[in-house]
């Protein structure tokens, strides 16, 4: 078209109709996000990093606890992956990434176990669960909801565990003349109930 508004093409106007001089395609591209792509590396290494100190919890636990040591984090994911599995629409992505998950954590239980009894590592200690606490609470991610849910267990613990006594003093409730005609010794019977 020129300035006169007319088709050198057709010499038609251009109100008339219109010329399309290319064609579009459709495609797909998968373009990776980077920023996604380092929050699930991030995911990632720290699922790594929770699975390594479960591990050695549980082999802590597995030797020094009182009670008969169950392995509860391994019933507990393989509980969750046959919940799954009964639901009518599985999910196969999640069934699959427990299922990692599981194994994950079963080789590393294996092979902490292997080596300590070869004396290739040594036995976890006491003061060693606080340095492990304190791991999980630096985990990138989900290390503050660590620190929140464990400080929430102790101090439910001990909200719910405080010891508390109230003293009954006798001499301060009901009127006094009915204490006075009981007789039988005056107040020395209070007195034995104070501690």
């Not at 590396?41 to 720290?46: A, H, I, M, V």
């Not at 591990?55 to 799954?84: G, H, P, Q, V």
């Amino acid at each position: 078209m020129g300035l006169s508004l007319i088709c050198k093409r057709c010499g038609c106007s251009w109100s008339t109709h219109l010329h399309i001089t290319f064609t579009q395609e459709e495609f797909e591209k998968n373009v990776i996000d980077e920023d996604i792509a380092q929050t699930v590396k991030t995911y990632k290494e720290t699922q790594a990093n929770i699975d390594r100190i479960l591990a050695k919890f549980a082999s802590f636990l597995k030797k020094n606890a009182i009670l008969a040591y169950n392995d509860t984090i391994e019933d507990y994911l393989k509980l969750n992956i046959r919940n799954e599995q009964q639901q009518l629409l599985p999910n196969t992505g999640l069934i699959e990434t427990m299922n990692a998950q599981l194994q994950q954590y079963q080789e590393q239980k294996r092979i902490l176990d292997k080596r300590l009894e070869k004396g290739e590592e040594q036995e976890i200690q006491p003061n060693e669960i606080i340095l492990l606490q304190k791991d999980l609470e630096n985990l990138p991610l989900v290390g503050e909801t660590f620190k929140t849910l464990f400080y929430a267990t102790v101090n439910g613990k001990e909200i719910n565990h405080a010891y508390s006594e109230q003293y009954f003093d006798p001499s301060n409730h009901g009127p006094q003349k009915q204490r006075k005609k009981s007789g039988g010794g005056g107040k020395s019977w209070i007195k034995a109930l104070k501690f």
